[in-house]
């Protein structure tokens, strides 16, 4: 009997359908892409295994070989890469360490999507998409602090669950994983980034769903907040602005070294390990806007004046330009604020709350006259989901910190004030008003428009990546292990 594959998109929600390659990144920590090495047995013809006759292009040992070779345990070959049977298996086990239940996922399911990785990879490379190896270097890092706490903090115990002799090749291993995960990625995005739907299409998709199968959508709140932020006084500012020309003219004029001066002295925590390095890219916008015009405008070995971001103070050191990458540290300075600021800025906010719970302004005038947060501020206060970007928050999907906060608000009534601390440690006070509440219900067009129209350039992507897929197999060298033959694949991965 032949298994079916739909190489695990079943397990995934139909609005990230279009970025697969996402799904196994963390996983596939045991699951690298293993390069034939020179010394690999050569199968003997008695021995009952699969194997497979590697073709000419295939990277062995980071050379590539002129001659064909028949290699033990390889499972597929996809372009420029392998997927060894053994790759299967350690996927099982990781899918089975993190779980997830392993017995509603077959084989093929598996081998499948490793398959589509392997594609993906494959193509990146051969349309350039480029990856900054110190942006994976630095994800190996945070990874491995992600999975020591689950072995009490032992680098010896995680080693030998990974069955790895040493750090350094566990993380050379986990750096080729990231790597080919994220070429994989890129190559995705790459295939969807023009895609959009017209009001039209949006249309056609919604009337084409039967009544009875269309989605039903959860109760929805509206969620508006005014934010009282205690303002710090200008002569610590400049205090803070003083310092950091002191640093930087101790590097310049005497010869100190940034790096000592990040460790030292940085409110940056997380980047103290670095050296307070970080990799900047014209294309793909990570730091705030203020950070990154500064950075731009450097020369190689210049330091920036302090510059003012929403986290604080900077002086920025560019060390080197790669192209479209910029290497550059920072060390970060964030101004103290005084107790009597604090004070100052809670009975600010009860103010304003007194005013609207007694009728004398709304909410939404309240938010414009007084919110200290400005990308609020001009919507009355209403808050934008980060998943739907617009004013809806479904109920069952709510950060569970802002669920917390309104779970017990009636609509339009105003909350207490309340208390919390910035990335940065800092304190402010929100009050927060329930402003709508839509029950559950069936999607209506009018209603869910924006809903629906993601629904639609969802299913243009997913349609979209099928046809690069089918298309990239046909003039992909690709070839199957024979124990993996009678699969039925979603793609057209045997070439029949």
Not at 241 to 246: A, N, P, Q, S
Not at 261 to 275: C, E, F, N, P, Q
Not at 284 to 293: D, L, S
Request: hydrophobic share 35%; net charge negative; with cysteine.
């Amino acid at each position: 009997m032949l298994l079916k594959t739909k190489n695990l998109k079943f397990t995934i929600n139909l609005k990230h359908l279009f970025i697969l390659s996402m799904g196994l990144c963390v996983m596939n920590v045991a699951q690298a892409q293993e390069i034939i090495k020179d010394e690999t047995e050569v199968v003997e013809a008695s021995q009952e295994v699969d194997s497979l006759v590697v073709p000419q292009t295939v990277k062995v040992d980071s050379v590539t070989t002129m001659k064909p070779r028949k290699v033990d345990g390889v499972a597929a070959v996809v372009g420029d890469f392998i997927v060894l049977e053994s790759d299967i298996d350690k996927a099982f086990l990781q899918l089975e360490a993190q779980g997830v239940n392993t017995k509603e996922i077959e084989p093929c399911q598996l081998f499948g999507k490793l398959l589509e990785d392997k594609l993906y990879a494959h193509h990146a490379i051969q349309d350039s998409i480029v990856v900054s190896d110190a942006e994976i270097r630095k994800n190996v890092d945070y990874q491995i602090e992600q999975f020591l706490p689950q072995f009490n903090g032992s680098m010896e115990k995680l080693l030998e669950f990974y069955k790895k002799d040493d750090e350094k090749s566990f993380k050379d291993e986990m750096f080729e994983i990231n790597k080919s995960n994220q070429l994989a990625q890129k190559m995705q995005a790459k295939i969807v980034e023009e895609l959009e739907v017209t009001p039209e299409e949006v249309r056609i998709f919604f009337n084409k769903i039967p009544k009875e199968e269309r989605p039903t959508f959860g109760t929805e709140l509206k969620v508006a907040q005014i934010v009282a932020e205690p303002k710090v006084a200008e002569d610590e500012k400049q205090k803070v602005i003083d310092r950091l020309k002191g640093f930087k003219a101790d590097v310049l004029e005497n010869g100190a070294s940034f790096r000592s001066k990040v460790v030292l002295y940085t409110d940056d925590k997380a980047s103290i390990s670095t050296g307070g390095k970080y990799v900047l890219n014209r294309k793909q916008p990570r730091m705030v806007k203020e950070f990154r015009q500064a950075a731009f405008s450097l020369q190689e070995g210049e330091i920036s004046e302090p510059v003012e971001t929403e986290y604080g103070y900077h002086i920025i050191y560019l060390e080197k330009i790669r192209g479209q990458e910029y290497d550059v540290s920072h060390i970060l300075l964030i101004p103290k604020v005084s107790d009597d600021a604090v004070k100052e800025a809670r009975e600010r906010l009860n103010k304003v709350r007194e005013r609207i719970v007694k009728g004398d302004i709304s909410f939404a005038d309240a938010a414009r006259e007084a919110s200290d947060e400005k990308e609020t501020r001009n919507d009355g206060g209403q808050l934008i989901n980060p998943q739907t970007q617009d004013y809806n928050f479904e109920l069952t999907r709510m950060d569970p910190e802002l669920y917390s906060q309104i779970q017990n608000l009636k609509d339009n009534e105003v909350s207490l004030v309340l208390t919390e601390e910035d990335r940065t440690g800092n304190k402010k006070f929100k009050i927060l008003m329930v402003t709508d509440r839509i029950d559950e219900h069936e999607a209506d067009y009018a209603r869910d428009y924006l809903k629906i129209k993601e629904l639609a350039l969802n299913e243009k992507r997913v349609q979209t990546i099928e046809k690069w897929q089918e298309e990239k197999i046909l003039d992909t060298y690709i070839k199957i292990g024979d124990s993996h033959k009678n699969c039925e694949f979603s793609g057209n991965w045997l070439k029949q």
